[in-house]
């Protein structure tokens, strides 16, 4: 069980240990509606186009998007049932192990839920989730409303097994102070200068081993800035 988009490193850092490159992610329709389709433009057609008709209907209607119902209905990856048994059920069915018991998800998933109605929980999600919601527009389509997983108005439940993969380095060249990019001897690369998250200052750089994507843009200025003055200093 994880908490992926919460704390990505430290979910890793958990999957690493159990000597398996996946895990599994168990949510909700009410969840897959709002949450999955931020996770990329091709599948938010709402966003993508503009429209505010589209995006509010995020915020009363049951179905998700079109291209995340597809991903339900058709990936390789997704389990969808009604009941909590069907569910472990179909998820240990995609492995070469019955890795999963059932008494051990439902008791995790009864503890988490029980947090829901806990207006003091010290649950790190929820009470991430219900400090985000504070921002009217998380509300409205950007998060679902904190509920039950085991409430049936919320299903049917739905499981996605999460592959980890790569997508950025969040930087693989050596630079100095100057925006220079360095050679495996030390030694500046003649006319070569890297800004931006390829110079390194993400990812344990000037931000921390867990700097978040947004607050990168300060990076991407700083380094751009620092580069533009070291060329400009070179050609006049």
């Known amino acids: 069980m994880s908490h992926p988009g919460f704390d990505t490193l430290g979910t890793l850092e958990h ?5 398996y490159d996946y895990t599994w992610f168990i949510l909700t329709q009410r969840i897959i509606r709002r949450e999955f389709a931020l996770s990329g433009s091709e599948q938010n057609p709402d966003l993508t186009n503009k429209s505010i008709r589209q995006t509010l209907g995020r915020a009363v209607g049951k179905g998700a998007p079109a291209p995340v119902e597809a991903f339900k209905k058709h990936g390789a990856d997704f389990v969808v049932e009604h009941n909590l048994a069907d569910l472990v059920r179909g998820m240990n069915a995609l492995t070469e192990e019955s890795l999963l018991d ?3 998800v439902e008791h995790q998933i009864i503890a988490r839920d029980r947090e829901i109605d806990n207006p003091f ?16 527009g998380d509300r409205l ?3 679902a409303s904190p509920h039950r997983l085991l409430d049936a108005a919320a299903g049917p439940l739905i499981a996605v097994r999460l592959h980890i993969i790569t997508r950025k380095t969040l ?8 925006g220079q990019v360095l050679q495996a001897d030390g030694q500046p ?16 750089g000037m931000h921390g081993y867990r700097s978040l994507e947004g607050t990168f843009l300060g990076g991407c200025i700083f380094s751009g800035r620092t580069a533009g003055r070291s060329v400009a200093a070179q050609v006049i």
């Open 102 to 104: 059932l008494a051990m």
């Open 15 to 19: 999957i690493m240990k159990t000597g």
């Open 171 to 178: 930087g693989g060249l050596e630079t100095n102070l100057s």
């Open 121 to 136: 929980t010290k649950d790190a999600q929820i009470t991430y989730i219900r400090g985000a919601r504070h921002y009217l």
């Open 189 to 204: 690369l003649p006319g070569l200068y890297a800004v931006g998250e390829v110079a390194g200052f993400g990812g344990g």
């Open 141 to 143: 389509v950007r998060s």
